[in-house]
């Protein structure tokens, strides 16, 4: 059974840092493209990050670049992403999802309907960025 479970979220300032990570089962993680998705409140779900599979390029979508960093650690079966100068604006749930067709190319600009038709998602971990 597929299974992606996020952890790391949580209250933080602006300006603060924080790591989240996605932990597979049921699976080999870098078989496969890993995106890590938002939904802030009132808002469409986005594409913020993906890594691809075997070669482990990473894509951000341009509100994030040179701020968030993805990576993939094999031996954990994880994927990561560390959040640096958090923005209010990035208050958001942050999810990680995967599917065998997901390309990474396509995440940080994708489509609703193409992201909610990715087959494998977590729960979902809250980032809140307040003073």
């Known amino acids: 059974q597929v299974q992606l479970v996020e952890s790391g979220g949580g209250l933080v300032q602006p300006g603060g840092s924080l790591r989240l990570s996605c932990t597979a089962s049921g699976f080999t993680l870098d078989h496969y493209a890993i995106g890590w998705f938002r939904q802030a409140p009132g808002k469409e779900r986005e594409g913020v990050s993906c890594i691809s599979a075997n070669d482990g390029m990473p894509y951000y979508a341009d509100s994030v670049k040179g701020q968030f960093t993805i990576s993939r650690d094999n031996a954990k079966n994880t994927v990561s992403l560390q959040m640096n100068s958090l923005k209010p604006e990035d208050t958001a749930v942050y999810y990680c999802?995967?599917?065998?067709?997901?390309?990474?190319?396509?995440?940080?600009?994708?489509?609703?309907?193409?992201?909610?038709?990715?087959?494998?998602w977590g729960q979902g971990t809250q980032v809140t960025v307040s003073s």
């Open positions: 999802a995967t599917d065998e067709d997901l390309e990474c190319l396509k995440v940080p600009n994708m489509a609703l309907s193409e992201l909610m038709i990715i087959g494998s």
